[in-house]
């Protein structure tokens, strides 16, 4: 009796121990994006319409997509593999033909085994990876973001230990690129800096430089010794062709730059639950690329042992057939298209409606955002009055657009934004 006593006295003692470690953890603060798909979702308007949180590619009727080439890879793939572990650097097919799409079909730099690859956890997953490498290899050496970028990318980089610092980007007045300002701030910042880059489609902005500007950024990052990373998260996904979107990493490999490059398939192939991307680091020669390689599984090994299986199967299965190959590139400029197709709906039904604003940043932007540089209050009028939901930063998802809303759309931003 008395020990049972004893044994519960301490069973309570030690339950208090373990509730009091819980007791002092706060909330972590709500993502904005949660709050506007939880108040989408409570609408009961039938106009309602959600150009905020879809990230993910919806097609003209307001639905998720699976692409055909995906299908038919599936297909295949079903029972004919075996379901056992990938190596800590994922599937070699995936990465080869991940480099093929990045790098170009015939790059040299693939021939030479200058490149170290690794599969990885989609693009946040290779955007950490990289943070992760660059903490451990350059760990006094901070990352350069531009003013604005993907929020996670701040996330990403203060978890991983690396100081961030900002370079001038987005113009607001313009509503297009900060040149000059994008220019002195790579100039000034200290010679070999790391800088983050978006190959295309920037997110939130869609504001991208034009070829001309990259060959002028490469020249400039050339003088100072900067070392870009390349997060490409929209290959394919920004024009339609895969091609024409890697031109600023081309333009940079002509150059004689080293590069890192953060790929997705979330958008592109529409695999964004699959978790499948890559992450790779051109090197001087080979040797160097298998060491860093072999680093970055030390990296992986113990966060995650190794990336998932499903997707690289898709990925290798799509892109190393000719023929889905090819209906894949079918596929993903279809998507494009339609979402340049909502660009171009959305100005010109807003220059219809005698909106004495200009609205040409819509169709210079590219790629899934629209910044569309609606004040709060403008953002908060759109979806008390009209059930138009969006951040208050005024970023609309194009994804979100279709045929049957753009016209309700764009007559509620006239509404809103023609006193201004
Ligand atoms: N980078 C950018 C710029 C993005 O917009 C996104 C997706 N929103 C990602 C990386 C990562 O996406 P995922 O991890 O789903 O590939």
């Known amino acids: 009796m008395a020990i049972r006593n004893l044994l519960n006295r301490s069973f309570v003692a030690g339950a208090r121990f373990m509730s009091s470690w819980f007791r002092n953890i706060e909330p972590a603060p709500k993502d904005p994006i949660l709050g506007v798909a939880e108040a989408f979702l409570a609408d009961q308007s039938p106009y309602k319409v959600n150009v905020g ?167 400039q990052f050339k003088a100072k010794g900067h070392f870009p990373l390349f997060d490409m998260a929209y290959q394919g996904f920004a024009s339609g062709d895969p091609e024409r979107d890697a031109k600023a990493i081309r333009i940079f490999l002509n150059d004689s730059h080293l590069i890192g490059v953060a790929q997705s398939y979330a958008k592109n192939m529409g695999l964004y639950g699959q978790r499948v991307g890559c992450l790779s680091l051109l090197c001087e020669n080979e040797k160097q690329a298998v060491a860093v390689k072999s680093q970055l599984q030390l990296i992986a090994r113990p966060m995650y042992s190794n990336p998932p299986l499903h997707g690289a199967l898709v990925i290798s299965t799509v892109l190393g057939d000719p023929e889905l190959k090819k209906l894949w590139l079918k596929e993903v400029k279809v998507m494009a298209d339609r979402i340049i197709g909502m660009r171009t709906a959305l100005r010109e039904n807003l220059e219809n409606l005698g909106s004495p604003l200009p609205w040409n940043h819509i169709t210079n932007q590219i790629g899934m955002f629209c910044y569309s540089g609606m004040t709060p209050e403008q953002v908060d009028r759109l979806t008390n009055e009209f059930h138009i939901y969006m951040t208050r930063s005024g970023r609309i998802s194009m994804a979100g657009l279709n045929t049957s809303n753009v016209g309700y759309v764009a007559n509620a931003i006239n509404e809103v934004t023609k006193s201004a």
């Open 53 to 219: 949180v879809k990230c993910a590619y919806h097609n003209d009727k307001g639905k998720p997509v699976v692409l055909e080439c995906v299908r038919e890879a599936e297909r295949r793939i079903a029972g004919n593999q075996f379901m056992e572990y990938l190596p800590i650097g994922g599937s070699i097919h995936m990465i080869e033909e991940s480099l093929k799409l990045a790098y170009g079909d015939d790059s040299e730099f693939i021939k030479d085994k200058r490149i170290a690859a690794v599969q990885a956890l989609s693009g946040t997953g290779a955007c950490r990876l990289f943070a992760a490498f660059q903490q451990r290899f350059h760990p006094k050496t901070q990352i350069y973001m531009p003013v604005l970028t993907w929020a996670n990318h701040h996330n990403i980089w203060r978890d991983a230990g690396v100081p961030i610092k900002t370079f001038r980007y987005y113009h607001p007045e313009s509503k297009g690129l900060d040149f000059p300002g994008l220019m002195v701030d790579i100039k000034n910042a200290p010679d070999g800096s790391f800088f983050l880059l978006h190959a295309c489609a920037h997110n939130p902005t869609g504001v991208d430089p034009s070829e001309e500007q990259w060959r002028e950024i490469s020249s």
